[in-house]
């Protein structure tokens, strides 16, 4: 594995190897172009754990989502905090990654979360780790709260993604990172929400901004995403032998899953044995309150073998590389920075694109070889 040399960092501490997974996606080329300098990154996740040493000197604060909870617990800041380390970590003492895009200035916004009934009421049953039949006639009287929360949720999740969407263009960021599922299928009763997510998403296309959006886990087949496909980037998750992800259920009664596929799916990107962030502080792992009821698991340090990010971390990967691009050459537009990564993409599955890998696994170096070559498709 090939040493990493950082310039412009002012930490001492002696840099990571690459990891296995930056080498199959040729990182080590692309930085010979870029690593991310002079791009701003908008990271719209739940939660950041901003003085995490890997991110204190990378992550700013940004917006926070209003008339919701912000809480520091570890459940609730762990996937935002994981999805920037990906994005662009930077090595610090006790937190010995880097991420893809190790330059860059990163810009989180905070969705928060309201009251998790869903999350409460599993706790206050002590649901956890029981059979399915046992939780499903657990809950069954508490329907009608549970479907409350879950129409409040999905006004939520349209609502602060909007908003976040629409604050982190007014910063100026060149990509925007939604790990989120948003299937505009999921928003059909409420045509209000829908609507506003679609206006936020124009609003980033006719500012030249990037959209990466995970393509969901539940390895259906999803026609609809918000946003054009110009300016928007739809990713799945492949494993590490270049073939799209998926996962029998693990016991009856749950849902198998997968990488979701569909005529939006742009490209896949890896998703396995990525070191990521997680919350650095072991109080952050033991609350009496939260969104989420009282948290109370074990510390197993701020930095963790991810051995399945599903389609969450490959959309940062691939965030990470159109960080890598629009720094490289500043004169790509969103629509021609996409299709440049479709291009470099290594084709999976039936020649050419397709909805089941879209263009195929992304190649970092051969996309920023053609950045270099000034082979941008003008």
């Known amino acids: 594995m090939l040493p990493l040399i950082l310039i412009g960092l002012t930490s001492q501490t002696a840099p990571p190897a690459l990891p296995p997974v930056f080498t199959s ?41 209003p008339g919701v909870y912000h809480s520091s617990a570890s459940v609730i800041v762990a996937h935002g905090t994981a999805i920037a380390s990906v994005i662009g970590a930077r090595p610090a003492p006790g937190a010995e990654i880097v991420g893809l895009a190790p330059e860059a200035r990163m810009i989180a916004a905070a969705r928060g979360m309201p009251a998790h009934t869903l999350a409460q009421l599993q706790r206050q049953l ?118 799209r992800w998926r996962q029998p259920s693990p016991r009856p009664g749950l849902p198998a899953q997968g990488s979701s596929v569909g005529p939006r799916l742009t490209v896949l990107a890896p998703m396995e044995h990525f070191a990521v962030a997680r919350p650095h502080d072991p109080a952050l792992y033991r609350l009496l309150h939260s969104p989420m009821g009282p948290i109370d698991e074990p510390f197993e340090g701020a930095v963790a073998a991810q051995p399945l990010g599903a389609t969450s971390v490959a959309a940062a990967v691939v965030t990470g590389l159109v960080a890598l691009v629009r720094s490289a050459d500043r004169s790509l537009t969103a629509g021609q920075v996409i299709s440049l990564i479709g291009r470099a993409a290594k084709d999976l599955g039936a020649p050419g694109r397709d909805d089941e890998s879209g263009f195929g696994r992304v190649d970092f170096g051969g996309t920023l070889a053609l950045v270099a070559r000034k082979d941008g498709g003008r």
Request: hydrophobic share 50%.
């Open 25 to 65: 996606l040729g990182v080590a080329d692309a930085w010979r172009v870029s690593r991310g300098a002079g791009v701003s990154v908008g990271i719209v996740d739940v939660g950041f754990d901003f003085e995490h040493p890997a991110l204190e000197t990378a992550l700013e604060p940004g917006f926070f989502a």
């Open 126 to 243: 002590g649901l956890a780790g029981r059979p399915i039949e046992e939780v499903a006639a657990a809950l069954r009287p508490h329907l009608d709260e549970i479907k409350a929360f879950q129409s409040r949720w999905i006004r939520h999740v349209a609502d602060s993604t909007a908003a976040a969407i629409e604050y982190l263009v007014d910063r100026q960021v060149a990509v925007i990172n939604i790990s989120e599922n948003l299937p505009l299928d999921a928003f059909a009763a409420l045509p209000d929400q829908a609507a506003r997510l679609q206006r936020a998403f124009e609003t980033a296309a006719a500012r030249d901004v990037v959209i990466v959006l995970a393509a969901g886990n539940a390895g259906t087949r999803v026609e609809h995403y918000p946003g054009d496909p110009r300016f928007v980037a739809v990713v799945g998750a492949a494993t590490a032998g270049d073939t």
